[in-house]
């Protein structure tokens, strides 16, 4: 049986001075972007995974973020009452319409990469040398540096 999570406070409602304004107002925060990137890409996850696929935000960070887009309708939570406890985020219709209007932004930041040489971080990769990990082990999170082409 699944219920679904009910949004804890009022979204931002403006005022603002564009649509610009208004958009940023939802994605502002280092981790929001990174947060609807990593959903849009995987689908559903549960929280551990989505920590492990953003290396560096804290579990407050993400919690507060996951709440605040929850309260946007961005993100839907989906807690299924078993033991133990689960809960899975996705995006809804809402977030998935703002990847899309994202979508230039990244690509003007990936032409930004390559035209200024910056390395790119590849999440999760494992580096030559290194074992896959061992089903059942606590997996490591790997971030890789590299320069890009």
Request: hydrophobic share 40%; aromatic share 6%; proline share 5%.
């Amino acid at each position: 049986m699944t219920a679904s999570a009910a949004s804890t406070g009022p979204a931002r409602r403006g005022p603002y001075f564009c649509g610009i304004d208004a958009a940023m107002d939802v994605v502002a925060g280092k981790w929001k972007s990174l947060i609807l990137w990593e959903l849009q890409s995987h689908g559903t996850r549960r929280f551990a995974e989505l920590r492990r696929g953003l290396p560096g935000v804290s579990e407050k960070m993400l919690v507060q973020h996951l709440r605040e887009m929850e309260e946007d309708g961005l993100v839907h939570r989906e807690v299924y009452r078993q033991v133990p406890p689960k809960v899975e985020y996705s995006l809804t219709e809402h977030g998935v319409s703002l990847n899309a209007a994202l979508a230039a932004l990244g690509e003007w930041g990936s032409d930004r990469i390559r035209r200024i040489g910056a390395e790119k971080v590849l999440v999760g990769a494992v580096p030559a040398g290194r074992r896959q990990p061992v089903p059942g082990q606590r997996e490591q999170t790997t971030v890789t540096r590299v320069k890009d082409a």
